[in-house]
T-cell receptor, first 114, second 113 residues
Framework: DTAVSQTPKYLVTQMGNDKSIKCEQNLGHDTMYWYKQDSKKFLKIMFS???????INETVPNRFSPKSPDKAHLNLHINSLELGDSAVYFC?????????????FGSGTRLTVV | AQRVTQPEKLLSVFKGAPVELKCNYS??????LFWYVQYSRQRLQLLLR??SRESIKGFTADLNKGETSFHLKKPFAQEEDSAMYYC???????????????FGTGTRLTVIP
């Protein structure tokens, strides 16, 4: 069974559109994350949710908004997409915030804005 | 299918001792391999990548295509090396698709004073 699953795997869309990426984990973890991987393969954290509380919110544009309907889901909604938003987005989860239990990552969503 | 295996979930060594974190991969093409590190309550960060052939914080890793391994090594461990280490693999998008970066499950390294 997939521990952390993201959908879709590929997303191609035009500038100005609004899109969402979904993430679900079946590990019973308390914390979920969204990372953005840039062209140099560096992973930058965007958001972290613990028990529906946003605990990390790096300097990302407010066009990006995480939505967590329950502990097992953390979706990423993006408004007014821009060319620079093209990247691979990774969802991850862990038992507690930080590194105590290690991260389990999803397989990534490649977003291409044209 | 691509796969990254880190056989050790936990690894403890004494300060000053050599350390080796194992990573094996499965990939049919020519992969790019990385090591990521996460110190306590900090974000995951790139430690090194095999194409750079560099030494970061005393760590080195050599890609061994024959053994399909990319083990991370340091001759003398320091207390500040205690962290979670992730091995990761990447391939060209046309080979790996959207799953451009595959992570191992991680190894927690503890350096004992």
């Amino acid at each position: 069974d997939t521990a952390v699953s993201q959908t879709p795997k590929y997303l191609v869309t035009q500038m100005g559109n609004d899109k969402s990426i979904k993430c679900e984990q079946n590990l019973g973890h308390d914390t979920m994350y969204w990372y953005k991987q840039d062209s140099k393969k560096f992973l930058k954290i965007m958001f972290s949710y613990n028990n529906k509380e946003l605990i990390i919110n790096e300097t990302v544009p407010n066009r990006f908004s995480p939505k967590s309907p329950d502990k097992a889901h953390l979706n990423l909604h993006i408004n007014s997409l821009e060319l620079g938003d093209s990247a691979v987005y990774f969802c991850a989860s862990s038992q507690v915030p930080g590194v105590a239990g290690g991260y389990t990552f999803g397989s990534g969503t490649r977003l291409t804005v044209v | 299918a691509q796969r990254v295996t880190q056989p050790e979930k936990l690894l403890s060594v004494f300060k000053g001792a050599p350390v080796e974190l194992k990573c094996n991969y499965s990939y049919s093409g020519s992969p790019e391999l990385f090591w990521y590190v996460q110190y306590s309550r900090q974000r995951l960060q790139l430690l090194l990548r095999h194409i750079s052939r560099e030494s970061i914080k005393g760590f080195t890793a050599d890609l061994n295509k024959g053994e399909t391994s990319f083990h991370l090594k340091k001759p003398f461990a320091q207390e500040e090396d205690s962290a979670m280490y992730y091995c990761a693999l990447s391939g060209p998008p046309w080979q790996t698709g959207a799953n451009n970066l595959f992570f191992g499950t991680g190894t927690r390294l503890t350096v004992i004073p």
